[in-house]
């Protein structure tokens, strides 16, 4: 009778607990809407000349030839946080533009760029900046390996974390709203698993 009491006992704290985790992760999961998810271009326009392709075996999409070009959403963000995976060959030159105001013509003047650029002399253009906001606080190499963006633009408030790491903590007002753009300039990018929230 003991066991029995035991095995029920522990068999009740069990579903609790899972209970408990499952509540947890629907809300961690509360508010997030997936823009990209290896399976299909739907919502993306494609500028530019680039060779984008998915790639099945690891869901992204990927370039490494053609002229510089652009995946761009077809909705536009105000206030919002955005998970970007990326994966990039060392001298790739690429990055994820936010807030364009041009969903046709997607640039560093109008648009805020967080690079991806391992292999840039100045620093201030380097992977983790905020091209003429702000240099990255500190330096992390994205070079061959999957690495993790996240962007949040907050009314004036950018910050930009790359694999755990803040690189950005910056005031910027010339930018308030916008499409959201994936670039292929240089090299071998890729890019999956993006996801994005209203602030």
Same mark, same amino acid.
């Given at each position: 009778m003991k066991r029995f009491f035991a095995v029920t006992l522990g068999l009740l704290l069990l579903?609790?607990?899972?209970?408990?985790?499952?509540?947890?992760?629907?809300?961690?999961?509360?508010?997030w809407t997936t823009l990209f998810d290896g399976?299909?271009?739907?919502?993306?326009?494609?500028?530019g000349g680039a060779n984008w392709s998915l790639d099945e075996s690891d869901g992204s999409v990927m370039a490494d030839m053609g002229i510089e070009g652009h995946l761009v959403t $077809? /909705? +536009?963000?105000?206030?919002?946080?955005v998970i970007v995976? *990326?994966?990039?060959?060392?001298?790739?030159?690429?990055?994820?533009?936010?807030?364009?105001?041009?969903p046709t013509?997607?640039?560093?003047?109008?648009?805020?760029?967080?690079?991806?650029?391992?292999?840039?002399?100045?620093?201030?253009?380097?992977?983790?900046?905020?091209?003429?906001?702000s240099p990255p606080l500190e330096v992390v190499d994205a070079g061959g390996r999957w690495n993790e963006y996240v962007i949040r633009a907050d009314g004036p408030h950018l910050?930009?974390?790359?694999?755990?790491i803040e690189t950005v903590n910056a005031q $910027? /007002? +010339?930018?308030?709203a916008g499409v959201?753009?994936?670039? *292929?300039?240089?090299?071998?990018?890729?890019?999956?698993s993006v996801r994005i929230r209203p602030l």
């Open positions: 579903g609790v607990a899972s209970a408990s985790f499952v509540s947890s992760a629907s809300a961690q999961d509360a508010g399976s299909t271009l739907d919502g993306w326009n494609v500028l $077809d /909705s +536009s963000y105000d206030d919002f946080e995976e *990326f994966w990039a060959d060392s001298p790739t030159n690429s990055g994820v533009y936010i807030r364009c105001s041009d013509d997607i640039t560093a003047r109008n648009c805020y760029e967080v690079n991806i650029s391992d292999m840039r002399a100045d620093p201030t253009y380097r992977t983790g900046a905020v091209v003429a906001v910050t930009v974390t790359l694999n755990g $910027d /007002s +010339s930018h308030s959201i753009g994936l670039q *292929f300039s240089t090299g071998l990018i890729k890019f999956r």
